[in-house]
């Protein structure tokens, strides 16, 4: 039987992103992660650990033992990536300002860990088509390919970018955009991303949106 993490392992586990499985932590604990199959260390600079299938399965699991409170309470994990579904209460008015490079950078690597769980989980090695874990978080999914592929998030008032919101149909979003050209470009590139993507009429507003599904073949 495998042994279980260690506390400490355990933490790294659980505080990683959300998203994407990025993990922060001593080259050590990281190390011994990898060691363990929890994680793996990603072949392209900034070299940044996620986490394994295993991993995921480890983090989505109860602990089987709860652990002693600590002394001193832990820092909050510092940088966890969330992407822009657009229309965030946080968000400006008016439409996103364009990424600085902080954040594209922090896309691009959580962009680039997807693919990676892609590879990963899939038979065959396939990084085309989206993964468990998109299915399951369908509207991060589709906002981060969104947002990878460059397309402005809207503002707080709605306007002037993409907005990815859910749906009552079982793994398909809605992605509405304020002018036919967006929603297009939108489209062809979840498209790209591995999802189904068609154009839909509002009845009641007539306003055009998307709706998209994760692709199985």
């Known amino acids: 039987m495998t042994r279980p993490p260690t506390?400490?392992?355990?933490?790294v586990i659980d505080a990683a992103d959300p998203v994407t499985g990025r993990l922060r932590g001593t080259q050590a604990q990281l190390a011994a992660l990898v060691k363990?199959?929890?994680?793996?260390?990603?072949?392209?600079?900034?070299?940044?650990?996620?986490?394994?299938?295993?991993?995921?399965?480890?983090?989505?699991?109860p602990p089987q033992a709860p652990a002693p409170?600590?002394?001193?309470?832990?820092?909050?994990?510092?940088?966890?990536?969330?992407?822009?579904?657009?229309?965030?209460?946080d968000a400006p008015e008016g439409g996103a300002p364009p990424a600085g490079p902080s954040r594209t950078r922090e896309v691009h690597s959580a962009w680039q860990g997807l693919l990676e769980l892609r590879r990963m989980t899939d038979p065959h090695g396939a990084t085309d088509r989206p993964c468990g874990w998109e299915r399951t978080h369908l509207v991060q999914a589709a906002a981060l390919a969104l947002e990878a592929a460059g397309h402005p998030p809207a503002g707080r008032d709605g306007t002037d970018g993409y907005r990815v919101r859910a749906t009552p149909q079982p793994e398909a979003v809605a992605v509405h955009a304020p002018d036919t050209e967006l929603l297009r470009a939108c489209a062809a590139t979840l498209e790209q991303?591995?999802?189904?993507?068609?154009?839909?009429?509002?009845?009641?507003?007539?306003?055009?949106?998307?709706?998209?599904?994760p692709r199985r073949t």
């Open 7 to 11: 506390a400490a392992q355990r933490r």
């Open 36 to 61: 363990r199959g929890l994680a793996f260390r990603h072949p392209r600079p900034p070299h940044d650990h996620f986490l394994t299938p295993a991993g995921h399965r480890i983090r989505e699991a």
């Open 69 to 89: 409170a600590p002394a001193v309470a832990p820092p909050p994990a510092p940088g966890v990536f969330t992407a822009r579904i657009g229309g965030e209460e």
């Open 193 to 213: 991303a591995g999802w189904q993507a068609g154009e839909h009429t509002e009845p009641r507003t007539r306003a055009r949106y998307l709706l998209a599904s």
